[in-house]
């Protein structure tokens, strides 16, 4: 069973950073592309970032560009996503998805989110 579990989400203040972590389990990890998205209240949920499965091609929103970086431990099989200079407008839940054919295509396999509040 493909598993995914988003951790990391909380509460900070503008300008603040926070590490989300997508532990996975039940994939080939290496062979997959995963992508974080994330849904606001009343919005509807937009893709952030995604990362190939060789880890070499990247892609992101443009308005976490410069912000955010998106990162992948194939020995740990997790997915990171490093977010600074939090905005407001970031609050949001964010959610870790998995494509296996590892070209940041569809997304397979979804997890649960977790919440980020970013405060003014």
């Known amino acids: 069973e493909v598993q995914l579990q988003a951790s990391g989400g909380g509460l900070v203040q503008a300008g603040g950073s926070l590490r989300l972590s997508c532990s996975t389990s039940g994939l080939s990890f290496d062979t997959y592309a995963f992508a974080w998205y994330r849904q606001a209240p009343g919005k509807e949920r937009e893709g952030v970032s995604c990362i190939s499965s060789s880890g070499t091609k990247t892609y992101y929103v443009d308005s976490v560009k410069g912000r955010f970086t998106i990162s992948r431990d194939n020995v740990k099989n997790t997915v990171y996503l490093q977010m600074n200079s939090l905005a407001p407008e970031d609050t949001a839940v964010y959610y870790c998805?998995?494509?296996?054919?590892?070209?940041?295509?569809?997304?397979?396999?979804w997890g649960k989110g977790t919440q980020v509040t970013v405060s003014s």
């Open positions: 998805a998995a494509d296996r054919y590892g070209v940041c295509g569809d997304m397979d396999y």
